[in-house]
């Protein structure tokens, strides 16, 4: 990556937010990991209901994790008092989730004035070196206000 | 579109597959409403849950009802006995969507034997003429059975 | 769609920077054959170099169908003063597509003050009910300057 | 990763049949630097006509070194007997691409036997850590002959 990314605020400011901004997050655990530049993980915590016959996670629950990636990593480097918006999310599904918790990585390619772009590595817990899908998307940051 | 689309089930044949395979829809009502030729209408019905702050729906609800969409209108021309897969999903957000029931509209793009193309039109219940997100998906199809 | 869209510049005004910035429309011929609210009509003229064995056109001449008609709604309904660069670009292939010019329309999904949205058909000319791919993008719109 | 990918053929093999599928190769270099496992790097040579306004490269240039690069990795690991084809392809740009070679590294996401999914790193000659754009794209993969 040629940009330099630092980060502004820590997983435990980062997390907050972001289960507010993420109702469903009531009906699982979800923890912010850890935030490094450029980069946050985020876990979902595995819940019964994630799953679906056949006995893997529904898809949606692998786009709420990546959503909540994307929104970590980017609040983190932007600030907490920045509004951002999904603009676009484009998954991938790679391989079958088994009945475990997501990790999520997500990962900043591109932090613009007014665009973020962002991609998203999800893993099943206790299988690290395998892509259970493969994330990419943009935000849109709001205009900072003129006195900032 | 050149393909000529044949419905083989109806919305109450096509509706209880997906509440089993949508866990999530525990949490909320969900309907399909209607089967046509190439097309499939499914509600997801509001709850406070879905709410993000600033009073409108966490884009993971709409991503879970475009899921929905697509399903329900592959199932009802492929036959409930095929296990579809989602291989791709793309959403782009439109307008800020409103705390209202979700309607989902499913269309074919095309239907191979081996992989479906679908786009789904998202609205809010109440505001018909208005997009709230657009998508299009990819699901990869099973091989048929030797014998049928 | 909910938006209202009025279109600044007609077919001819549309063209000649597109053709501009298209440089590989100096190896085929390129028409912008009609603007309408919210929508763009372009056509790629077929060339012998736009073929790939088995006699189909190579999968980037329809991307570059594509862009050209994203960019002709745009440019249409923003005017020619503003200088709009493609954000993202998604295309699903949906059948082969035989050696004659490409059909692409473009349509406006959403026009926000800096960022629009917009599908694309593709079409192959002489075969007008049929989809050969489908594309969603969208485009970041510059500011505009402060007096106008 | 938790596939092992294992190339069945090398740069040079790979080469000649992406040169005949991408008959714009005609009008600009191209070359398959190298194949590794689950990777393959490819070089677009820069041309004027690549050049839009402004000086940067345009958009279906990079779309083009793209789905090259994407042929060249799948190529590399399923042998040139198999006819693969594009069905989906997402492109975020990242940053304006200058007047310089294309570099596109591919890489293999997943290797089902249907299906292929890849990503796709591109960036400019002589700066290489930093991306212009960010692909991800899946390819149908045709069934193998009983026989083999």
């Excluded at 985020?42 to 709420?64: H, I, S």
């Excluded at 676009?88 to 475990?100: D, G, Q």
């Excluded at 999520?104 to 259970?132: N, T």
């Amino acid at each position: 990556m040629s940009q330099a990314f630092t980060p502004l605020l820590d997983a435990t400011r980062v997390e907050q937010p972001i289960r507010d901004g993420l109702p469903m997050s009531a009906f699982g655990g979800f923890v912010v990991e850890s935030i490094a530049p450029g980069v946050a993980q985020v876990r979902l915590g595995y819940r019964d209901w994630m799953l679906r016959p056949g006995g893997t996670l529904a898809g949606p629950v692998l786009m709420m994790a990546a959503d909540a990636a994307m929104y970590a990593v980017i609040l983190a480097h932007v600030g907490e008092q920045l509004l951002a918006v999904t603009s676009n999310l484009n998954i991938h599904f790679l391989s079958k989730p088994k009945p475990a918790d997501v990790l999520a990585e997500g990962r900043l390619l591109r932090l613009g004035k007014r665009l973020a772009v962002c991609e998203v590595l999800l893993r099943s817990a206790g299988d690290d070196d395998s892509l259970i899908a493969h994330v990419t998307g943009s935000y849109a940051l709001p205009a900072k206000p003129p006195s900032s």
